[in-house]
């Protein structure tokens, strides 16, 4: 889509290589040296225009964050965002959830947020859907013994086939909520999506789902 690839977008995002990592593949492994501190890494897949991420880190100073989202128009308001604030805790990344295991060791990571991702409606494009077994097995063999998965969506098919696909990979299914906002939870920090979806007046649906144990051999 020409309108997703502008190239101001590419070069602005090349301009701040402190926040937007160019060459995540040499992380691998050493997010924590990067960050300077030696803290939980939590991952948001999708991360969109970066509200819910730069909020969480400045509730969290005690998280290392990073947003990883596919296209450079839409990363570049989270970089505004990051820059606005000078956030030390979070970096970007402009990539694909495929390359995951390119990008983070065996159990390195701590916590993985899906926030609204696409949901794909379409059977063919089931593959595509961040809940597919394949995007799990990717985010079973970064996750920590004992990280998980937060998910929040207001499409209930989405959410459905999430449940589903997340149950039969081995996920544990920790807390599941078919209305967050009526669910006297204080603490959550909505997305744009959510602030966007929830006015128009769509119930949120949110879960946790606890890795599956790793297997001895
Ligand atoms: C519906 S938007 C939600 C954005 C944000 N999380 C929110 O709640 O406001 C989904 C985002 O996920 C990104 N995305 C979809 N598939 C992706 C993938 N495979 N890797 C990285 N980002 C992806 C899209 O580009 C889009 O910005």
Redesign the pocket.
Known sequence: MRLRNKPWAKDKIAAYPQYVIPDPETKRGRWRELFGHDQPLHV??????G??ITEMAKLHPDVNFIG????PS?LVSALDKLIESGLANVKLLN????DLTAFFADGEVSRIYL????PWPKKRHEKRR?TYRDFLALYDRILAEDGDIHLKTDNQSFFEYSLVSLSQYGFVLASVQLDLHQSGMTDNVM????EKFSAKGNRIYRCEAVRPPRRSS
Not at 95 to 98: E, M
Not at 191 to 194: F, G, K, L, S
């Open positions: 948001e897949i999708g991360t969109g225009k509200k819910f990883i989202e596919l296209y839409v990539a694909n959830a495929k926030n609204f991702s696409d961040l997305t744009e999506y959510e």
